[in-house]
T-cell receptor, first 116, second 118 residues
Framework: DQQVKQNSPSLSVQEGRISILNCDYTNSMFDYFLWYKKYPAEGPTFLISISSIKDKNEDGRFTVFLNKSAKHLSLHIVPSQPGDSAVYFCAASNMNYGGSQGNLIFGKGTKLSVKP | DTGVSQDPRHKITKRGQNVTFRCDPISEHNRLYWYRQTLGQGPEFLTYFQNEAQLEKSRLLSDRFSAERPKGSFSTLEIQRTEQGDSAMYLC????????????????FGPGTRLTVL
């Protein structure tokens, strides 16, 4: 049973427009969420994270929104650039404040293509 | 370069052979994780260390797999009697000690070791 779901395998966006990548989760014990970007033949690169005590976190062109009641989070990239073309993974963890449970649960990823 | 490093980057082996991978985490990071990624999937957790102690293992880690972190610095992942189903990208990540109440640590990944079992 997939606890973290990225239902869109791919997304194509024009350069300069907004990219919105979505992620749903089923485990209400998750309290920390991360987005990673991955290029072919490389390891995932950390982008941005959010804890469950917040509903928004912003870092430059990247903003993550968390809707706990819907168990949904999204990553907004504005403006999108061709260099953003990569596979984006959503990940979740139960950090259990005061002690980490360690492992991240990943979605299957969404391939973003930003066209010039 | 002060990121997570992994060696080798690629490994081709024949079924039944043993292989060993190495991971050097970011210095001063106490936690080290191993994940496996197959085509079309996200990374799947295998095991993790706090310093030299192996604290958690996934059910994916069969008895043919063993991981060590003897001095709390680099780690090795060994697969014995490899099978074609072991073909995957093996990823290592590290994170700092839990930084404080209300915060959570972030895992930083290495470039991975691509294993192909013929």
């Amino acid at each position: 049973d997939q606890q973290v779901k990225q239902n869109s395998p791919s997304l194509s966006v024009q350069e300069g427009r907004i990219s919105i990548l979505n992620c749903d989760y089923t485990n209400s014990m998750f309290d920390y969420f991360l987005w990673y970007k991955k290029y072919p033949a490389e390891g995932p690169t950390f982008l941005i994270s959010i804890s469950s005590i917040k509903d928004k976190n912003e870092d430059g062109r990247f903003t993550v929104f968390l809707n706990k009641s819907a168990k949904h989070l999204s990553l907004h990239i504005v403006p999108s650039q061709p260099g953003d073309s990569a596979v984006y993974f959503c990940a979740a963890s139960n950090m259990n404040y005061g002690g980490s449970q360690g492992n991240l649960i990943f979605g299957k990823g969404t391939k973003l293509s930003v066209k010039p | 370069d002060t990121g997570v490093s992994q060696d080798p980057r690629h490994k081709i082996t024949k079924r039944g052979q043993n292989v060993t991978f190495r991971c050097d985490p970011i210095s001063e990071h106490n936690r080290l994780y191993w994940y496996r990624q197959t085509l079309g999937q996200g990374p799947e957790f295998l095991t993790y260390f706090q310093n030299e102690a192996q604290l958690e293992k996934s059910r994916l880690l069969s008895d043919r797999f063993s991981a060590e972190r003897p001095k709390g610095s680099f780690s090795t992942l060994e697969i014995q009697r490899t099978e074609q189903g072991d073909s995957a990208m093996y990823l290592c990540a590290s994170s700092p000690t839990y930084p404080g109440q209300g915060e959570a640590d972030t895992q930083y990944f290495g470039p991975g070791t691509r294993l192909t079992v013929l």
